[in-house]
T-cell receptor, first 113, second 117 residues
Framework: TQLLEQSPQFLSIQEGENLTVYCNSSSVFSSLQWYRQEPGEGPVLLVTVVTGGEVKKLKRLTFQFGDARKDSSLHITAAQPGDTGLYLCAGPKPNFGNEKLTFGTGTRLTIIP | GAVVSQHPSWVICKSGTSVKIECRSLDFQATTMFWYRQFPKQSLMLMATSNEGSKATYEQGVEKDKFLINHASLTLSTLTVTSAHPEDSSFYIC?????????????FGPGTRLTVL
């Protein structure tokens, strides 16, 4: 079973639209990270959220950590084709301190020009 | 952010041969690196944790004799896929851990695509 479930699994929208993807768990995480991965490349770290209720913005991307630190969301405003990619959330694997990361199931986003 | 490189970026080999993949931290020292495997259209699966100067720790279900890991210096970890078979074909990605206050961040290499014929 996956500790971090992401939804939707696939999302295809028109350029200019807004979207939200979710990362949910039944476990509490001390922090969560969001990565974007493009085909044939490694994941690139976008943001780390640490405090329950925290909101971080990265240009058109807004990341929120749930109050209970069990979930997180990523909202993209006015999506552009360059936003296309696999979005992964990740958090410290329980019972292993901060050493290992467990990754979510991923959301594959396609922005249609 | 910290830069991690991998070499080669892709490799094709015959069944039964061994393949070595290198992971380097370019502008920082990494006492801990990680090796992941990713199947098409799936998320990353942690294979093992590579610690400089000590033996790697493997995740459940990962054969340590099949996937040999060596972390001989603070900037280099290697993964050797021994006696490779077609089912070992996959995208292998390494990462290096960077301490960031109370939490760790991982920076990933660009990945190595292994195809075993």
């Amino acid at each position: 079973t996956q500790l971090l479930e992401q939804s939707p699994q696939f999302l295809s929208i028109q350029e200019g639209e807004n979207l939200t993807v979710y990362c949910n768990s039944s476990s509490v995480f001390s922090s969560l990270q969001w990565y974007r991965q493009e085909p044939g490349e490694g994941p690139v770290l976008l943001v780390t959220v640490v405090t329950g209720g925290e909101v971080k913005k990265l240009k058109r991307l807004t990341f929120q950590f749930g109050d209970a630190r069990k979930d997180s969301s990523l909202h993209i405003t006015a999506a552009q084709p360059g936003d296309t990619g696999l979005y992964l959330c990740a958090g410290p694997k329980p019972n292993f301190g901060n050493e290992k990361l467990t990754f979510g199931t991923g959301t594959r986003l396609t922005i249609i020009p | 952010g910290a830069v991690v490189s991998q070499h080669p970026s892709w490799v094709i080999c015959k069944s039964g041969t061994s393949v070595k993949i290198e992971c380097r931290s370019l502008d920082f020292q990494a006492t801990t690196m990680f090796w992941y495997r990713q199947f098409p259209k799936q998320s990353l699966m942690l294979m093992a944790t590579s610690n400089e100067g000590s033996k790697a720790t493997y995740e459940q279900g990962v054969e340590k004799d099949k996937f040999l890991i060596n972390h001989a210096s603070l900037t280099l970890s290697t993964l050797t896929v021994t006696s490779a078979h077609p089912e070992d074909s996959s995208f292998y990605i390494c990462s290096a851990r960077v301490l960031a206050g109370d939490y760790n961040e991982q920076f990933f290499g660009p990945g190595t695509r292994l195809t075993v014929l």
